[in-house]
Each structure stands twice: as structure tokens, then as C-alpha cells.
């Protein structure tokens, strides 16, 4: 699992935890999506490359490093890893966004892709897919081969939820993949929600809970 990498900030795990909580409300709820995923971001892109330039400071002239390449890409896989757009923005805000629409079925929890846009010259592009959950798997690993498929090559993914089952699955079928978790929880139940969790991330970001 060397590619995979769990959170540790104390910050980190006491916002998961109030995300949990039943009684935390849309608005809250929405919040902590969104600052959790800029905490996140600060850590998956803790390797991005970097160049020497020449500058001049008020005492002297220096060689300094700066951000250099295309500019990243931020994809959420629709609805709820809208959520967590903001997020990685507030630390990226030169990032191009794509979007992947997908819904996985209610009753086998098979993902469907609906939609999928990605900014042009994607095979260059640093591209972070962020969903706050990963279940079984299922709609990461077709988010990445769909990513994949359209020239996509520097590929990382941020979870803020992960079961070991959608962990096992994704390492297997992207080993070449970097995956950032903020919290691996104990197992999925029958109908594929992750135990604990914190029930449809979808649902509590936009308030549709039924
Ligand atoms: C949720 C979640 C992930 C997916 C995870 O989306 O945001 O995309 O389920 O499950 P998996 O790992 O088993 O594929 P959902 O399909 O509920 O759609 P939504 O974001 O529109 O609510
Ligand atoms: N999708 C969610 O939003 N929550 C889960 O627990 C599983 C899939």
C-alpha cells in the first residue's frame, strides 16, 4: 500500500469527526467538505515539481524556487466530490476544473458515468480526482480509467472516507496511482455505505437527504 497515504493531522480528524455526527446540518456539513479537502490538498501536492528562477531580493540577486508546469487539474466525480472543489482551489487557485458525472446504482452499486469534460492537454496536467467517499470502489476506479482513456498520466485521488474494501479494490486496479485518505473506516454494509461513515456525502452537501 505504499501509495496510499492516510491522514494524521489532528485538524484533519477532528473535522471528520464533527462530519459525522448526525446532527451536524447542511451548511456546517458543507464547510468541513470543503476545508478538509484544502488540507488534503496541502499534503498530495507536498511533491509537486518545482524550478529554480532568478530573482532579486531587496539585498541580492538569487536563485529561488517556483511552481513550474501546466497548470493541475481538479476533477470531482459529480455530485458530491463538487464539495470539495473549493477546497483544493483555495490552496490551487490557478488549477483548471473537469467534472465526471457518476452515480452508482442503488440496488447492485454499480457506477454509471453520465457526464465527463477534462481541460485540454490533460496528458500534462497534474490531475487530483477528489470524492469525499470511496465504498467499494467502483466509481473511482471507472473515474480514473475514463481519465485515463482520454491521455490522462499524472493521476492522484483524494478520499476524505475510504473502506478497506474500496481501498484493496483501487490500489489493484490503479497501482499506479497516488491515493490520499483522511480516514480508512471498518467495513461497508449491505447496501455498500461505509461503517461508521457519515451516511450519503451527496446527499448531506446539498441537502436531498430524503
Ligand atoms: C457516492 C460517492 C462516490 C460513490 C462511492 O456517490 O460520492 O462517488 O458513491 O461509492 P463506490 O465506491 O461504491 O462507487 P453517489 O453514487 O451516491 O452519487 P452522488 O454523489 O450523486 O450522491
Ligand atoms: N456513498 C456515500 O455517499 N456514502 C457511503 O457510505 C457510500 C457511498
Redesign the pocket.
Known sequence: MSNVKIMEHPLIKHKITVMRMEATGTGEFRRLVEEVAMLMTYEAISDIETTDIEITTPIEETSQPVISGKKPAVVPILR?GLGMVNGVLQIMPNAKVGHIGME?DEQTHLPHTYYCKLPPQIEERLVIVVD??L??GG?LCDAVDEIKRRGGKRIKCMCI?A?PEGIEAFTKKHPDVQLYIGAVDRC?NKD????P????????IFGTVQ
Do not use: E, K, V
Not at 455498500?192 to 461503517?195: R, T
Not at 461513515?197 to 448531506?204: S, V
Open positions: 458530491a452508482r469525499p467517499m465504498a467499494t466509481s472516507i473502506a461497508l455498500a455505505y461505509i461503517c461513515g457519515l451516511g450519503d456525502a451527496g446527499d448531506r
